[in-house]
């Protein structure tokens, strides 16, 4: 079993709607969790993190953190053809200790 | 803001040869990892280091080691490149309790 699992796409959204992305972790002991946008050919880029239950926003981005559900989603707003990129979610803490654990991530497109 | 640096952003080897790739950051912290990506496979971490002269396998060392004599900078060495060791390879560090951040990464091709 993949420690954290994200939702299989790739995902194809019209521009100005909202993109769901969505994980979810095995070991109830991880306390921070990251978003990290990867576009084609670079690195990863951090774009969200979450430390307690609830939402975050931040700009066009809402990150939602449910431990009792041990459930992790991203929420993109009027979204836009440069968001389309690879989505990357990590769990941190539990028995990895020291590292992150990712998801194996998801292909958003964003379409015109 | 972080800074992560690999030494090359392009790289390309023969096979047999002992390659070495670098990585700095700037902002003293204790984390530092090494991870390559290849399509299909995500993300998979090679090796780790929590402190300088320390340094822990990950999930695929094999055909690798490091080293981190000072705090800022980690090395990673394939001791004798293999074509299946072509690949994108990310170096990143963290201090504890924070966000991870990468470098620009090093595309790595060994013929």
């Known amino acids: 079993q993949k420690e954290v699992e994200q939702n299989s796409g790739p995902l194809s959204v019209p521009e100005g709607a909202i993109a769901s992305l969505n994980c979810t972790y095995s070991d109830r002991g991880s306390q921070s969790f990251f978003w990290y946008r990867q576009y084609s050919g670079k690195s990863p880029e951090l774009i969200m993190s979450i430390y307690s239950n609830g939402d975050k926003e931040d700009g066009r981005f809402t990150a939602q953190l449910n431990k009792a559900s041990q459930y992790v989603s991203l929420l993109i707003r009027d979204s836009q053809p440069s968001d389309s990129a690879t989505y990357l979610c990590a769990a941190f803490g539990g028995t990895s200790y020291g590292k992150l654990t990712f998801g194996q991530g998801t292909i958003l497109t964003v379409h015109p | 803001d972080v800074k992560v640096t690999q030494s090359s952003r392009y790289l390309v080897k023969r096979t047999g040869e002992k390659v070495f790739l670098e990585c700095v950051q700037d902002?003293?912290?204790?984390?530092m990892f090494w991870y390559r990506q290849d399509p299909g496979l995500g993300l998979r971490l090679i090796y780790f280091?929590?402190?300088?002269?320390?340094?822990e396998k990950g999930d695929i060392p094999e055909g690798y080691s490091v080293s981190r004599e000072k705090k800022e900078r980690f090395s990673l060495i394939l001791e004798s490149a293999s074509t299946n060791q072509t690949s994108m390879y990310l170096c990143?560090?963290?201090?504890?309790?924070?966000?991870?951040?990468f470098g620009d990464g090093t595309r790595l091709s060994i013929l």
């Open positions: 990143a560090s963290r201090t504890e309790m924070q966000p991870q951040h």
């Open positions: 280091s929590y402190d300088v002269k320390m340094k």
């Open positions: 902002m003293d912290h204790e984390n």
